[in-house]
């Protein structure tokens, strides 16, 4: 199983990034996908999943501004981020669980993808 996570880097306060989440060695349709983050200091937080019916769930902080979807036929998973801000630094991960539901709990994942740094800073 693999996770490739990608799309980061440095964006101004107010500006955009997509994350893609790509997937291999797993049969991805069948499973829930979360992304997360870990700011420096800061223990790692769940910010938007998306079940393997395409539900979804985002942690308050991110509500309105960040938008999760999938693409099963290129098994990959998308973080669009808007508006974001100073406080969304942090290294974004992606993670995979043969589940159907999903969740913001780490310990939900089995599988975790290496992470892909954000920096908001002007």
């Known amino acids: 199983v693999q996770l490739q996570a990608s799309g980061g880097g440095l964006v101004q306060p107010g500006g955009s990034l997509v994350l893609s989440c790509a997937a291999s060695g797993f049969t991805f349709d069948g499973s829930a996908i979360g992304w997360f983050r870990q700011a420096p200091g800061k223990e790692r937080e769940g910010i938007s999943c998306?079940?393997?019916?395409?539900?979804?769930e985002y942690v308050d902080s991110v509500k309105g501004r960040f938008a999760i979807s999938r693409d099963i036929a290129k098994q990959s998973v998308y973080l669009q981020m808007n508006s974001l801000k100073p406080e969304d630094t942090a290294v974004y991960y992606c993670a995979a669980q043969r589940f159907s539901r999903c969740s913001l709990l780490p310990e939900w994942y089995r599988f975790w993808g290496q992470g892909t740094l954000v920096t908001v800073s002007s």
């Open positions: 998306i079940s393997s019916y395409g539900d979804n």
